[in-house]
């Protein structure tokens, strides 16, 4: 079945870096997605990756990708106040059709200015 | 902003009454997709359109759901016979690919 599993909190200094980690359903042909959401608004798509690859980067943002060990990491450079929100990581198994994307708990990321 | 949106933003409603929300989507994607959030916990999934056709649905979707997309452009969500247990987010999300689906601001349910 498909599983996603997160830490549930993380809290950083402004200006540090921020890695927040995920672990994902072993599959050959997957989609894995991150997501930020504020208090009482949706969720805002950051970043995505398929998983023959094994970084991606955008601006402050780097996705790695272990697939050894099926585990997903998002770090963010210099993080700033503005950053704190919840970021779920989320997957799509292409091999059973489905479109679904099946979320983690999401992990609470502080930061202390 | 041509993003997702979602009407009303919240809802209050008595248990046992029906509510009916709305999602339109990004023009010209035609996947639309419905899930539920509830507190602490990651959205699940509810259902699946491409263009005006079901494709899937979840065994969350209960006989108490029923959801439509009669042209392929907005669709809707309603819930009838409301039970506390369903207070949650409606998150609607579309999508113009099989991969990213891009996410409304919710309507939150309270059933009192």
């Known amino acids: 079945g498909e599983d996603v599993e997160q830490s549930l909190f993380l809290s950083v200094r402004e200006g540090d870096s921020s890695v927040i980690n995920c672990t994902y359903t072993?599959?050959?042909?997957?989609?894995l997605y991150w997501y930020k959401q504020e208090p009482g608004a949706g969720l805002q798509l950051l970043t995505y990756i398929f998983s023959n690859m094994d970084m991606k980067q955008d601006q402050r943002l780097t996705v790695l990708l272990n697939k050894k060990d099926k585990h997903l990491s998002l770090r963010i450079a210099d993080t700033q106040t503005g950053d704190s929100a919840i970021y779920f990581c989320?997957?799509?198994?292409?091999?059973?059709?489905?479109?679904?994307?099946?979320f983690g708990s999401g992990t609470r990321l502080q930061v202390q200015p | 902003d041509t993003g997702v949106s979602q009407d009303p933003r919240h809802k209050i409603t008595k248990r046992g009454q029906n509510v009916t929300f709305r999602c339109d989507p990004i023009?010209?994607?035609?996947?639309l997709y419905w899930y539920r959030q509830t507190l602490g916990q990651g959205p699940e999934f509810l259902t699946y359109?491409?263009?005006?056709?079901?494709?899937?649905k979840s065994r969350l979707l209960s006989d108490r759901f029923s959801a439509e997309r009669p042209k392929g452009s907005f669709s809707t969500l309603e819930i009838q016979r409301t039970e506390q247990g369903d207070s949650a987010m409606y998150l609607c999300?579309?999508?113009?690919?099989?991969?990213?689906?891009?996410f409304g601001p919710g309507t939150r349910l309270t059933v009192t």
């Open positions: 989320a997957e799509s198994i292409l091999d059973t059709g489905r479109r679904a994307l099946t």
């Open positions: 072993d599959s050959s042909s997957t989609y």
């Open positions: 359109f491409q263009n005006e056709a079901q494709l899937e």
């Open positions: 023009s010209e994607h035609n996947r």
């Open positions: 999300a579309s999508s113009p690919t099989t991969y990213e689906q891009y």
